[in-house]
């Protein structure tokens, strides 16, 4: 029962579990770890989310040459800090005649589902919240339920351009569901686990994943990045919330603290798909060709920060490229093309693991 | 069941939707009440007067220097080209012809005009689609053209530079050496847009064969302007009743055959080389003479109706202008470009997706306050 890791590699951690252990009975003691494990893990990634808008921002000032933000502290380190604390003080308006229990609930599906599946991540071999054996099949499940929360915000806000948007959410994220479901169950193939710090250890010995299934594992990272898009709803794939068509598409009449919630989960939700790629192709915290192997005072979750960093500005680079997909033609891409792709190579990748043909 | 009882089993409710007045698409404040099945179009109706000023009303109480000022504010985007139509319909009422260089600078002026207009128009169309960043790139060099206008006539979008007569002022010194200046450096960029937008697979998906205008359509509805030429409707005013300095420039008039989105784009992109090649047969030879024919205080134009026309970015105006025999005209009426082609898109949008009614809507390119004035 105990899938808890506690010995995050800081020695505060172990100082604190000993401390929390003298003074409490052991169900209490664990139960004060859960929670705090929780609220250091909320904390972090609503911060991580905070700086990723910056990011995006900064990303998109560098495409459109301008500066991007800059006025509130250094490089505009702070301006998204600002721009919570102005959503937080902001009054919760709503639509007339809405359905007030879901219309409430709708952003906490959303948020929540995004922030348990950060829980499973393999940040280094040491720092993964908990780390259950069908992690792969978790992370999946997780972030199809957030889905849910889109449709449910839609439907409850009396809107018909929300409607609209929710709409459009649903046809996409069903569709594009089986292609990122498909390209993952090409990658669980090759390692021969669902558990995410299993598959971290046979790319440990064998290379990254991405090397070991050479063609088949290209060809499911790019289905991935195309499927992963569309999960998050982002652009080319934005058509939930296709700004020039449906105004704010399903967050049309949030405000406040409600709608700074969808906003966070969309870029937490790009930090999981760019961070499920990294587990997947490349290796988690692994470094490259293992040069800081041997180094042990190496934080090695950097490693994983820069690859996650670096998928993500792929995906921020896809979006201040491409014009927007009609949803006939986004509907035509994945069922006409990235789906039957996708089986060809499961097979293709099936028969490379089993004539050996593994690197 | 056959398949139209099916049909019918699983018919959905058609529904309205408020596309407008505040919705980002609309580029100001056109509403359009959309009858939508699911995402499919049924109807759209459009419906005016947010931002209506009766600016042809005005006319009547103002002078004629005035009402050239009211112009700007119809087609911002074209608003010397406005100007010119206005001036050039007084000058031709009191047969007053204007020297060369007059001519050339209102021509060469209104070039740019039209370029600025259509840079902004780029900008405007990738982000309806959805790529946001073709609108940095257009103002970028939208900026250039606006600093010189700034520094020739004091004013960058509402310029007020042409009066009933000639001009308000001589160019600025440095006028010819920038504009080539801009020429230059336009002609490097204007492939970037290319490259950034025109060839792209989604943008092409997007547009082809969307929101198709026959040439037949095209004529029946007064069609003009990059959306008609688009249709293979040859309306160009410039070319067919050269006013100005037209007929002494050699240039293309730009058509294509399909009249879907992409052509539209197609028009636009390709009149932007002929602009710049019009622009620099004229720069380097601007004729000496007189800015100004000196007329009266208060002009007064002859008892009759007047009409002239001018080929502005979105396509023909017209101004009309009834006289009395007073210093002001009787009745004025502008045939404005936008107001004729927004009566075809209900025709060219039923049973498109949202999407595709949005992209259409880009390729026309609507200025509300000139539809609505």
Redesign the interface.
């Given at each position: 029962m105990n899938l808890l890791i506690m010995n995050i590699p800081l020695n505060i951690t172990g100082t604190i579990h000993d401390w929390i252990n003298s003074i409490m009975p052991q169900t209490a003691a664990n139960i004060t770890e859960w929670v705090l494990i929780a609220v250091a893990y909320l904390a972090l990634f609503a911060v991580a989310g905070l700086y990723l808008v910056l990011l995006e921002r900064k990303v998109?000032a560098w495409?459109?040459?301008?500066l991007g933000p800059n006025r509130v502290g250094p490089w505009g380190l702070f301006q998204t800090m600002a721009d919570a604390l102005k959503l937080v003080s902001k009054e919760l308006t709503s639509n007339d005649r809405i359905d007030k229990f879901l219309y409430n609930l709708a952003p906490y599906f959303v948020i929540v589902t995004s922030l348990t599946a950060m829980a499973v991540f393999p940040y280094s071999e040491q720092f993964q919240g908990f780390d259950i054996n069908i992690g792969v099949f978790f992370l999946f499940a997780i972030s199809s339920i957030g889905v849910i929360g889109i449709l449910v915000a839609g439907w409850s806000s009396n809107n018909?351009?929300a409607l609209?948007g929710a709409m459009r959410s649903g046809l996409q994220t069903i569709s594009y569901e089986l292609s990122v479901g498909l390209s993952i169950l090409t990658m669980v193939l090759l390692s021969g686990s669902l558990q995410l710090s299993e598959i971290v250890e046979v790319q440990r010995t064998g290379g990254w994943l991405i090397w070991q299934g050479h063609i088949p594992a290209i060809i499911a990272f790019m289905i991935f990045m195309i499927a992963g898009t569309a999960e998050t709803n982002r652009?080319?794939f934005?058509?939930v919330e296709?700004?020039?068509?449906?105004?704010a598409g399903f967050h049309t009449e949030y405000s406040g603290m409600k709608f700074a919630y969808f906003f966070l989960a969309e870029f937490i939700n790009m930090f999981i798909i760019a961070s499920i790629a990294v587990v997947l192709f490349f290796g988690a915290w692994l470094s490259p060709f293992g040069i800081t192997e041997g180094i042990t005072w190496f934080p090695e979750v950097l490693w994983f920060l820069i690859k996650v960093l670096l998928i993500i500005f792929l995906m921020m680079w896809f979006r201040?490229?491409?014009?927007?997909?009609?949803?006939?033609?986004l509907l035509t891409l994945e069922w006409k093309y990235l789906l039957p792709l996708n089986l060809v190579n499961l097979l293709l990748m099936a028969i490379v693991i089993w004539l050996n043909w593994t690197i | 069941m056959t398949n139209q009882e099916v049909k019918n089993k699983i018919k959905t409710e058609e529904?309205f939707?408020n596309m407008g007045p505040q919705?980002?698409?609309a580029h100001g404040v056109l509403r359009l009440l959309l009858t939508i099945d699911g995402?499919i179009i049924k109807n759209v109706e459009p419906d005016l007067g947010y931002i209506h000023r009766s600016i042809e009303k005005m006319c009547e109480r103002d002078s004629y220097q005035q009402i050239v000022h009211l112009t700007d504010r119809m087609d911002y985007l074209s608003s010397n080209i406005n100007n010119e139509a206005v001036c050039l319909t007084v000058e031709k009422a009191l047969e007053l012809e204007v020297s060369d260089r007059v001519k050339v600078i209102r021509t060469i002026i209104s070039e740019l005009t039209r370029l600025a207009s259509h840079q902004l128009w780029w900008g405007v169309m990738?982000?309806?689609?959805?790529?946001?960043?073709t609108?940095?790139?257009a103002f970028?060099d939208r900026e250039m053209i606006n600093d010189i206008f700034e520094e020739t006539c004091g004013a960058r979008l509402t310029m007020n530079y042409n009066i009933p007569g000639g001009l308000m002022f001589d160019i600025h010194p440095n006028f010819v050496q920038r504009t080539k200046d801009f020429i230059t450096h336009f002609k490097t960029k204007l492939p970037e847009y290319d490259r950034?937008?025109t060839g792209?697979v989604?943008?092409e998906?997007?547009t082809k064969g969307v929101g198709i205008l026959t040439k037949e359509d095209a004529i029946s509805f007064g069609v003009s302007g990059p959306v008609a030429r688009g249709s293979g409707f040859a309306s160009d005013v410039r070319k067919h009743h050269p006013y100005s300095a037209y007929d002494r420039v050699d240039f293309k008039e730009i058509l294509f055959t399909e009249g879907d989105t992409y052509s539209r784009y197609q028009v636009r992109m390709a009149e932007m080389w002929e602009s710049m090649s019009i622009i620099e047969q004229l720069i380097d030879n601007i004729p000496e003479g007189a800015i100004q024919e000196t007329t009266k205080a208060v002009i007064k134009l002859p008892k009759g109706e007047f009409y002239q026309r001018v080929e502005t970015a979105r396509g023909e105006l017209g101004v009309y202008i009834n006289s009395d025999g007073n210093k002001n005209p009787y009745r004025v009426k502008f045939r404005s470009p936008g107001f004729s082609n927004l009566s075809v898109l209900n025709h060219i949008s039923k049973g498109v997706?949202?999407?595709?009614l949005?992209a259409t809507m880009a390729s026309f390119d609507f200025v509300i306050p000139d539809i609505d004035r």
């Amino acid at each position: 029962m105990n899938l808890l890791i506690m010995n995050i590699p800081l020695n505060i951690t172990g100082t604190i579990h000993d401390w929390i252990n003298s003074i409490m009975p052991q169900t209490a003691a664990n139960i004060t770890e859960w929670v705090l494990i929780a609220v250091a893990y909320l904390a972090l990634f609503a911060v991580a989310g905070l700086y990723l808008v910056l990011l995006e921002r900064k990303v998109a000032a560098w495409f459109q040459l301008r500066l991007g933000p800059n006025r509130v502290g250094p490089w505009g380190l702070f301006q998204t800090m600002a721009d919570a604390l102005k959503l937080v003080s902001k009054e919760l308006t709503s639509n007339d005649r809405i359905d007030k229990f879901l219309y409430n609930l709708a952003p906490y599906f959303v948020i929540v589902t995004s922030l348990t599946a950060m829980a499973v991540f393999p940040y280094s071999e040491q720092f993964q919240g908990f780390d259950i054996n069908i992690g792969v099949f978790f992370l999946f499940a997780i972030s199809s339920i957030g889905v849910i929360g889109i449709l449910v915000a839609g439907w409850s806000s009396n809107n018909k351009f929300a409607l609209i948007g929710a709409m459009r959410s649903g046809l996409q994220t069903i569709s594009y569901e089986l292609s990122v479901g498909l390209s993952i169950l090409t990658m669980v193939l090759l390692s021969g686990s669902l558990q995410l710090s299993e598959i971290v250890e046979v790319q440990r010995t064998g290379g990254w994943l991405i090397w070991q299934g050479h063609i088949p594992a290209i060809i499911a990272f790019m289905i991935f990045m195309i499927a992963g898009t569309a999960e998050t709803n982002r652009a080319p794939f934005d058509l939930v919330e296709a700004e020039s068509e449906l105004g704010a598409g399903f967050h049309t009449e949030y405000s406040g603290m409600k709608f700074a919630y969808f906003f966070l989960a969309e870029f937490i939700n790009m930090f999981i798909i760019a961070s499920i790629a990294v587990v997947l192709f490349f290796g988690a915290w692994l470094s490259p060709f293992g040069i800081t192997e041997g180094i042990t005072w190496f934080p090695e979750v950097l490693w994983f920060l820069i690859k996650v960093l670096l998928i993500i500005f792929l995906m921020m680079w896809f979006r201040w490229t491409f014009p927007r997909l009609r949803v006939d033609q986004l509907l035509t891409l994945e069922w006409k093309y990235l789906l039957p792709l996708n089986l060809v190579n499961l097979l293709l990748m099936a028969i490379v693991i089993w004539l050996n043909w593994t690197i | 069941m056959t398949n139209q009882e099916v049909k019918n089993k699983i018919k959905t409710e058609e529904y309205f939707i408020n596309m407008g007045p505040q919705h980002p698409a609309a580029h100001g404040v056109l509403r359009l009440l959309l009858t939508i099945d699911g995402e499919i179009i049924k109807n759209v109706e459009p419906d005016l007067g947010y931002i209506h000023r009766s600016i042809e009303k005005m006319c009547e109480r103002d002078s004629y220097q005035q009402i050239v000022h009211l112009t700007d504010r119809m087609d911002y985007l074209s608003s010397n080209i406005n100007n010119e139509a206005v001036c050039l319909t007084v000058e031709k009422a009191l047969e007053l012809e204007v020297s060369d260089r007059v001519k050339v600078i209102r021509t060469i002026i209104s070039e740019l005009t039209r370029l600025a207009s259509h840079q902004l128009w780029w900008g405007v169309m990738g982000m309806d689609l959805g790529a946001l960043t073709t609108y940095f790139y257009a103002f970028r060099d939208r900026e250039m053209i606006n600093d010189i206008f700034e520094e020739t006539c004091g004013a960058r979008l509402t310029m007020n530079y042409n009066i009933p007569g000639g001009l308000m002022f001589d160019i600025h010194p440095n006028f010819v050496q920038r504009t080539k200046d801009f020429i230059t450096h336009f002609k490097t960029k204007l492939p970037e847009y290319d490259r950034l937008l025109t060839g792209n697979v989604i943008f092409e998906k997007r547009t082809k064969g969307v929101g198709i205008l026959t040439k037949e359509d095209a004529i029946s509805f007064g069609v003009s302007g990059p959306v008609a030429r688009g249709s293979g409707f040859a309306s160009d005013v410039r070319k067919h009743h050269p006013y100005s300095a037209y007929d002494r420039v050699d240039f293309k008039e730009i058509l294509f055959t399909e009249g879907d989105t992409y052509s539209r784009y197609q028009v636009r992109m390709a009149e932007m080389w002929e602009s710049m090649s019009i622009i620099e047969q004229l720069i380097d030879n601007i004729p000496e003479g007189a800015i100004q024919e000196t007329t009266k205080a208060v002009i007064k134009l002859p008892k009759g109706e007047f009409y002239q026309r001018v080929e502005t970015a979105r396509g023909e105006l017209g101004v009309y202008i009834n006289s009395d025999g007073n210093k002001n005209p009787y009745r004025v009426k502008f045939r404005s470009p936008g107001f004729s082609n927004l009566s075809v898109l209900n025709h060219i949008s039923k049973g498109v997706k949202i999407a595709d009614l949005v992209a259409t809507m880009a390729s026309f390119d609507f200025v509300i306050p000139d539809i609505d004035r």
